[in-house]
Every structure is written in structure tokens, then in C-alpha cells.
């Protein structure tokens, strides 16, 4: 058998018969996503692979940076990391040999090679994804270049001028905890780096074809002149659809449009006396509702609407998620003003501070290990490349000790917070760690609040899919809060989140002043249901409820409505029957129907507590309700001294 140990192939076994598989190193176990995580032996398997799908969700920054500290690629004969190696799948073009540039354009770059070979490297034009995404090539020769062979002809929006991913920002961290902000999955981040995290986003508005709807830019001028400036206005075609390469505002429209306006019973009277009311129509524009300025990068009509592809740039803000490379996703919980944010002594401020508990807590030292290593790279200039396996006997603590050691770097320092103008007693560490943007953008999700699918109870829908996704608590979440005593958190998970509220989140979307959130409906039918089977929950203040049997009194405060015949409904003329089941004053409002019996019987939901006072088996007690038997002498006896004591 052979076998790898330190790089090395090793001979085990006389017989090479034994040989299945030779595995030239480790890295030839992963895919090139998980091959961009550094220091992949000192990450939790199952979150190595988590940190590997962060590749796909990552957006494209619009300043990025290549990681500070990259993967070497063991195989690679010119000594490059997989982030070098990954860039032409990301979008970087390379020349194949040398040669000189005849044209550019968007689409392409043609090229003349001194061999005579002439070719297009092809380029991309604001391809857009399916994840708020999109790649867009840059080109970086220009006409009459000459180049060699393996030159960086054209970078994308996933690559820097060098061909190198840059899908993300070296951030400067400290592991300190700072004010409750960064509990748990939280990261506070300082005002310039959530500027310098702006991420290049793509959306795509559709506007589908109806019978109702009418668009269409002389239509829409002529029933609202003065909605929109004339400027406004000038930027859109005949169809009603706005022009390619504009710049839109916020508010600004992006497809004109009109559909007729649903009157009420009082305007549908008045429009009988008013022919304009009656053939009014509403406005139906679509206008940019984002917070920054929009490119209109394409917009065309298909044959099943209008179709706009609009790419914009927004910075980092509260509740966006972010993540270091090996699995470590964190939320946005504050970002801090950078003359607020704790800095070194050196007085410049840190751009994230994590807890290091956290690190703890998801057994994953190698995000301490990058950010010493990033120190080290930072102070050197230029991107550490190290092996993702060291040999065995080795260990990370004390290979990067002797690169701090080499190159003077002290990986802790002392941290001075300049709102409470003091500094912390311990020096805490201090590097830098290579994060990307996901696009799990807070927009997104407050948007997908009160707009997804909901039960017949109400409650947020289990399964898979942007509107069907869970916003519950599962019962081990629940356990956890409860556990922790959290009980206002446990509250809200049940009146907020846990059941329909769409007019809240349409509130808080709008900045408006937020109702005060009711009882869920799924607690409301349960009461009902507890009703209908003969118990009452009377309140007794404090949230607290007694439970109690339905009483003829509790019946006669409903003012029921009497069932006086089983009937159903009249078969010749299918109407329904006063006084029968289908009673149109029972079915269709919040009333109670009442059978009035030739004498009282016990509450049924009772039974078992009445049959346990008189000391009566279930069968004995149906007997005696029946009339089958009569009370035992000692029951009789009981009702003579209690009729005779009153």
C-alpha cells in the first residue's frame, strides 16, 4: 500500500497490487471553494463545507481586495494560491501568448497574436444572476497594446487587475467584545468599512402583461400630468418604459402605467351621475424604491411584459450578513461611527470587533490564525500564501509564532475606547481576516416579513422557497430561550413572528409608527376550540386564564340564536331553513346556536370529574342518564340530607 505522509509518497507494502488511490495532496479532497478557505486543518469539518457555500452567496464588492492570506495550491508548479488559480472561472481573461490588441469593445477584445492567429476574448456585459448578483468585464488593455503571453487581458466584478478573487475586504478585527453588540452571531463595524463594503447589486423589476394594465408614456402624461417632472419623464420611451442607461433616484419611475380604480359601493353610486368617475383609472407606475441610485443597465418588452435590469451600489448596513471565510457568518448588529469606534495605539480605528467567544463556541480557530497571519501579510505588503496541511508534528500556533518572530509582529495591542476615554486593561488581539458580503441583505429580509405564505392558522408555512421559508422558532430554539430566561423574547417569537401581521411590517417598512401587535389568531382558535368542547377560559389578568365548564350562563351572554328543527335546507328551492342548522344567522356571523333540551344533562367535558365525585364507573353513569338504573342508596341518601339542609 502507498500512502501520502508530508507531501511524500510512501511505499508500505511490497505488493503494488494493493494500490486503489493515490492522493497527491490534501487539497485534492475539496472543491475549489473550499479550497480558498485557509488553514482548512484547523476548521471543523462540517463547517469547512458550510464556509464553502459562502462562495456562492458572496456578492461582488466594488472595491475588493484579494485575502491577505491565501491557500497554496501544493501542485502548482509556479508556487500560485487556489484565489490565483480560481479568477479565469470568475471572469478574468488571459492572453495565450504574445501578441498585440486590435479592438475593444464591451463584448470583446480582438487580439493578433505574433504568430498570425487572430482571436475575440470574449467579455462579460453586466451578466446578471438569479442572486442580486451579476458579472461585468473590465477590460485593462487597450487598442494597440502589446502583451506576453499569460497577460491579465480584462478583470471582472469576482477578480482584481491581477486575475486574483477579490470578492470581499481585509478587514481590521479585534477580538473584544464590545456593549452586548457582539453577542452570539453579532459584529459591530465601523461607518468606513461598511462604505468601503458596498456591494455592486443587480434587480431585476418585471411588469407582467394585463388586461388592466395600461402603459405607455403619452397614456400616462395624460392622466397624471404633474406626478412626475417633465425631465423625469424625457428619460422614457413611447411604450412607457424608461431608456437604457438612465440614472434613477429614489422614487424615481421606471415603468408607466394605469389601471382602473376600484370604487366603492358609495363611488360606484356616485359614479352612475359622474361618466369621468366612473372611467377613472389610478396610478399604476413603478418607481425605485431602493436608497441609492440605480443604473437602468437594460429594459426591453417581452411578450410577456416589461423587463428592467437595474444594477446599483449599497454600502453595509444593520442586519446584512457577513462572514470570515471558514464558516464564521456573523450579522450586522451596529455600525459604529468611526470617531466612536475603540482603536490602537497607534490611533487608527479597528473595522470590526468580534467576540472571542465565538470563536469558542464554533470550535474554529483558524479565524485567530488568518488574523495573525493577516498582520503578518499587511506588514510584509503583499498576500501570505501557506499550505492548507502542515506536516505532521507541526501545528499552527507555533508556525505562525515564528513568522511573528520573523518579521516583528505582535498580534495583541492595546485597544483605547474614546467615548468612555479609557483604555482596556488587557491588551486584545489585533489582524486582519478576509470577509464577504452575502446576499442576505437586511432589505431582503424585512421585506419577506408579512409577504410570505401562511397556514390556515396563520403562521408562517414550513418548506423550502423565498415565500415559504420558516420564520418560527423550532421546539429547540424554544427550549434554549426558555432555558435562558428570555421570556420577552419567547413573547415576541409568538405574537410577532410566529403569526400573520402584514400592516406591522408594512409599518416598519414605511417608518411609520408600529401598531400594537394583537393576539396571535392561532391562541384565539384554540380558545374557540375549547369553547365548542364545553370549557370556558375566562381572563384574570396578567396574560392569565382560568379554565372552567361552559355554564348555561356563560351560553346566555353569546345571545345564541335557537335551532329549532334539524333540517338543512329546502330541497325544491335549496334555501336554507329558519331555525335549522344552516340558519344564515349562525353560519355566516360570530353567533352560537342553541338546542334547547327537555332537561339539564351534564357538561359532557365534566363527565369524568362528576362521575369521580359520585363514585360511579362510565358505564354506571350512563345507565343512571339513561334512566337504566337508578342512584345507589348511599347517592340518594346524600341528595335527601343536602335538599333537606338548604
Do not use: C
Request: proline share 5%; hydrophobic share 35%; aromatic share 6%.
Amino acid at each position: 500500500m502507498h500512502v501520502v505522509r508530508n507531501n511524500q509518497l510512501e511505499d508500505v507494502s511490497d505488493d503494488d497490487e494493493d494500490v486503489h488511490f493515490e492522493l497527491a495532496d490534501p487539497s485534492r479532497q475539496f472543491g475549489s471553494h473550499t479550497n480558498q478557505i485557509p488553514l482548512q486543518s484547523a476548521v471543523q469539518a462540517q463547517r469547512l463545507f458550510y464556509g464553502g457555500r459562502f462562495v456562492n452567496q458572496a456578492l461582488a464588492i466594488e472595491h475588493g481586495e484579494a485575502p491577505l492570506v491565501q491557500n497554496l495550491d501544493p501542485s502548482d508548479k509556479q508556487g500560485r494560491s487556489f484565489d490565483e488559480l480560481v479568477g479565469e472561472n470568475l471572469g478574468a481573461v488571459r492572453t495565450k501568448k504574445p501578441g498585440r490588441v486590435v479592438d475593444v469593445t464591451k463584448d470583446y477584445i480582438r487580439v493578433a497574436y505574433d504568430d498570425g492567429e487572430k482571436a475575440d476574448l470574449d467579455l462579460y456585459d453586466h451578466q446578471f444572476f438569479n442572486q442580486k448578483s451579476g458579472v461585468t468585464s473590465r477590460a485593462l488593455l487597450k487598442k494597440g497594446d502589446a502583451f506576453t503571453a499569460g497577460q491579465v487581458a480584462a478583470a471582472s466584478s469576482f477578480t482584481d487587475d491581477n486575475g486574483v478573487q477579490n470578492m470581499g475586504i481585509n478587514a481590521r478585527i479585534g477580538l473584544v467584545p464590545w456593549k452586548g453588540f457582539s453577542m452570539d452571531d453579532a459584529m459591530p463595524i465601523s461607518e468606513s468599512f461598511a462604505k468601503r463594503m458596498s456591494a455592486v447589486q443587480y434587480k431585476v423589476v418585471k411588469q407582467d402583461a394585463s388586461d388592466n394594465l395600461k402603459t405607455g408614456l403619452a397614456h400616462y402624461r395624460a392622466q397624471f400630468p404633474s406626478r412626475f417632472t417633465k425631465e423625469k419623464l424625457a428619460q422614457f420611451e413611447e411604450n412607457g418604459l424608461v431608456r437604457k442607461g438612465t440614472i434613477l433616484e429614489p422614487g424615481d419611475p421606471i415603468v408607466l402605467g394605469t389601471m382602473p380604480r376600484t370604487l366603492s359601493s358609495v363611488g360606484a353610486n356616485v359614479g352612475k351621475l359622474s361618466k369621468a368617475l366612473k372611467q377613472s383609472r389610478r396610478d399604476a407606475a413603478t418607481v425605485w424604491e431602493g436608497h441609492q441610485p440605480a443604473e437602468v443597465i437594460d429594459a426591453r418588452q417581452t411578450k410577456n411584459g416589461l423587463k428592467v435590469v437595474l444594477r446599483y451600489v449599497k454600502p453595509t448596513e444593520e442586519g446584512d450578513k457577513l462572514t470570515i471565510r471558514a464558516g464564521a457568518k456573523a450579522t450586522v448588529s451596529r455600525v459604529i461611527p468611526d470617531d466612536q469606534m475603540p482603536r490602537t495605539a497607534d490611533g487608527q480605528p479597528l473595522d470590526v470587533m468580534l467576540n472571542p467567544l465565538s470563536l469558542v463556541s464554533r470550535a474554529n480557530p483558524s479565524s485567530q490564525h488568518e488574523i495573525r497571519l493577516g498582520k503578518i501579510a499587511k506588514r510584509l505588503g503583499t498576500a501570505l500564501k501557506i499550505p492548507s496541511f502542515l506536516p505532521k508534528g507541526q501545528n499552527w500556533n507555533d508556525y505562525i509564532d515564528d513568522l511573528e518572530k520573523q518579521h516583528g509582529v505582535q498580534s495583541t495591542e492595546q485597544i483605547y475606547d474614546p467615548v468612555a476615554n479609557r483604555t482596556l486593561a488587557n491588551p486584545v488581539t489585533v489582524g486582519y481576516a478576509f470577509i464577504n458580503k452575502l446576499h442576505h441583505v437586511s432589505s431582503g429580509k424585512l421585506s419577506t416579513r408579512g409577504n410570505g405564505s401562511y397556514d390556515g392558522n396563520d403562521q408562517p408555512a414550513r418548506g423550502a422557497g423565498e415565500h415559504a421559508q420558516a420564520k418560527r422558532f423550532s421546539g429547540l430554539e424554544n427550549f434554549a430561550t426558555l432555558s435562558s430566561g428570555a421570556y420577552s423574547l419567547m413573547r415576541e417569537n409568538s405574537t410577532l413572528r410566529g403569526t400573520r401581521n402584514d400592516q406591522y411590517w408594512k409599518d416598519l417598512r414605511a417608518g411609520k409608527p408600529l401598531p400594537k401587535v394583537g393576539v396571535p389568531f392561532v391562541w384565539n382558535k384554540f380558545r374557540a376550540l375549547l369553547s365548542g368542547a364545553g370549557m370556558a377560559t375566562r381572563e384574570v389578568g396578567k396574560g392569565r386564564y382560568r379554565l372552567a365548564p361552559f355554564t348555561d350562563k356563560d351560553l346566555d351572554k353569546e345571545d345564541p340564536v335557537d335551532v329549532d328543527t334539524g333540517d338543512l335546507v329546502n330541497i325544491s328551492t335549496m334555501d336554507t331553513i329558519k331555525g335549522g342548522l344552516f340558519d344564515p344567522r349562525i353560519v355566516t356571523g360570530d353567533k352560537w346556536g342553541r338546542i334547547r333540551l327537555p332537561r339539564p344533562i351534564i357538561n359532557p367535558a365534566m363527565e369524568d370529574s362528576v362521575r369521580t365525585l359520585l363514585g360511579l364507573t362510565k358505564q354506571e353513569l350512563d345507565d343512571v342518564l339513561a334512566g337504566r338504573m337508578e342512584l345507589p342508596p348511599q347517592l340518594k341518601n346524600r341528595l335527601v340530607e343536602a335538599s333537606s339542609s338548604h
